[in-house]
C-alpha cells in the first residue's frame, strides 16, 4: 500500500522510466544495425544524465574479438581500436561473474589483466555493466561521471542496467543478422545478399528515376596463382582486395563477393561516367599493390572489371542489368585483361 507522497513520486517517477525504457527499447530491437544501436542508446542516457563520456567495447567483427572502443560525449562520437589483443579476457570475466554493474575501483581490484585495466581507466569511468544476451556477453559499457559530479544512486545505475539488457538483445540479434548477410572470409556482402539490394534498388529506380551503377570484377589467372602458391595465399589476396575495396568506396555504397574470385560493387546515384573512372582507379590501385604476407612475401595481382548503369527501358529484373554486365567484364577478359569495359544493352 503507498502511504505517502514519497512513495507515490517514488512510483510516478519508476513508471515514467520503464515508459522511456520500453519506448527506447522499441527503437533500438527494430534496428539490425549495431551503430544505429549504440548511437541511439548514448543520445538517450546522455540526455538522462548528462555524462562525461558513455562507451561500448564491442568486438570488431565477425570472427574477429579485437576490441572497438565507442566513444561518445556531448561533442563528438569515435570509434577507437583500444591497445589490447582481444576482448574475451573482458567478456570471460564477467561470463564467470554475477555483476549485473560494477564500479571500476571495485573492478580494477578483481580484474587481473592490468593491460586491459590501463586501457579503459583513461576516461575515468564510474562504474562497467556487462551486455549479457541470451546467450553470452557481447561486450561491456561504461558510463563516466555525472556532468553536475553529483554520485549516481541505486536508481540511476538500475535504470541503466535496465535499458542496457534490451540494447545486449539488440547487439547480438544485430550481430546475428550480420553473420546471415556477410561472407565470413572477406566481410563483403554475400552474393544473395547482393541480389537482395539489387532488386531493391532496381524497383525503386523503376518508381522514382533513381540512377545506379555496377562494378564487376574478377581476379585474372586465379586458378592458375593458385595452382602455383596455394590456397592459403590465394584467400589472403581475396582478404587483401576485400580491404581496398572497402576502401575506395563511400559508406552508401554495396560491395559484395558475388563468387570465389568475383566481386559486385552497387554504386547508388552514380553514372556510367563516374562508376567507370572509379573501375578505373579500383584496376590501377590493384595492379600496384603490393600484396605482402605476413612473412613478408610479395604477390601481384590484376584484376578486369566491368561496369554498367541501370536504364529503366532495358531492366525490370535482376538479369537484365547482370548479363550485359557479366558481357563487359568477358571482353575485358578476351581484350588482355587488366581493363575496365563499359556495358552496353
Not at 545506379?212 to 596455394?230: C, E, R
Not at 535482376?318 to 556495358?343: F, H, M, W
Amino acid at each position: 500500500m503507498i502511504n505517502n507522497s514519497n512513495d507515490i513520486n517514488h512510483y510516478m517517477v519508476e513508471n515514467q522510466n520503464l515508459k522511456e525504457i520500453f519506448e527506447v527499447a522499441r527503437q533500438i530491437t527494430s534496428g539490425l544495425d549495431t551503430s544505429f544501436i549504440i548511437k541511439n542508446i548514448n543520445l538517450f542516457i546522455y540526455s538522462k544524465f548528462f555524462p562525461k563520456f558513455l562507451a561500448f567495447v564491442l568486438k570488431n567483427d565477425i570472427d574477429d574479438f579485437s576490441p572497438i572502443y565507442h566513444y561518445y560525449n556531448k561533442k563528438e562520437y569515435e570509434k577507437i581500436k583500444l591497445n589490447f589483443e582481444t576482448i574475451e579476457d573482458l567478456t570471460a570475466f564477467f561470463e564467470t561473474q554475477e555483476f549485473s554493474q560494477i564500479s571500476f575501483d571495485q573492478f580494477k581490484k578483481i580484474f587481473k589483466n592490468k593491460k586491459i585495466i590501463s586501457e579503459l581507466e583513461r576516461d575515468k569511468p564510474e562504474f562497467l555493466i556487462p551486455l549479457k544476451s541470451h546467450k553470452a556477453t557481447v561486450g561491456v559499457y561504461l558510463q563516466g561521471a555525472k556532468g553536475d559530479n553529483e554520485p549516481y544512486s541505486l536508481d540511476d545505475i538500475q535504470f541503466c542496467i535496465d535499458i542496457l539488457s534490451f540494447t545486449s538483445i539488440a547487439i547480438e540479434n544485430a550481430n546475428l543478422y550480420r553473420e546471415a548477410i556477410v561472407d565470413r572470409m572477406t566481410k563483403l556482402f554475400t552474393h544473395h545478399q547482393f541480389h537482395e539490394n539489387l532488386s531493391k534498388h532496381i524497383n525503386i529506380g523503376l518508381r522514382y528515376g533513381n540512377k545506379f551503377s555496377l562494378i564487376m570484377l574478377d581476379i585474372d589467372h586465379f586458378k592458375s596463382f593458385n595452382d602455383k602458391y596455394g590456397h592459403l595465399i590465394g584467400d589472403f589476396i581475396i582478404k587483401e582486395l576485400s580491404k581496398i575495396l572497402m576502401a575506395s568506396i563511400r559508406n552508401v555504397d554495396f560491395a559484395a563477393r558475388y563468387g570465389g574470385e568475383e566481386f559486385m560493387i552497387l554504386l547508388p546515384e552514380i553514372d556510367s561516367d563516374s562508376a567507370f573512372l572509379l573501375a578505373e582507379r579500383l584496376r590501377k590501385k590493384i595492379e600496384d599493390y603490393d600484396f605482402k604476407n605476413e612473412d613478408q612475401e610479395s604477390f601481384k595481382v590484376t584484376v578486369s572489371l566491368g561496369v554498367i548503369e541501370f536504364n529503366p527501358a532495358h531492366v525490370k529484373y535482376n538479369e537484365n542489368i547482370i548479363e550485359p554486365l557479366d558481357q563487359a567484364l568477358y571482353k575485358s577478359k578476351q581484350n588482355g585483361r587488366n581493363q575496365v569495359t563499359l556495358g552496353k544493352y
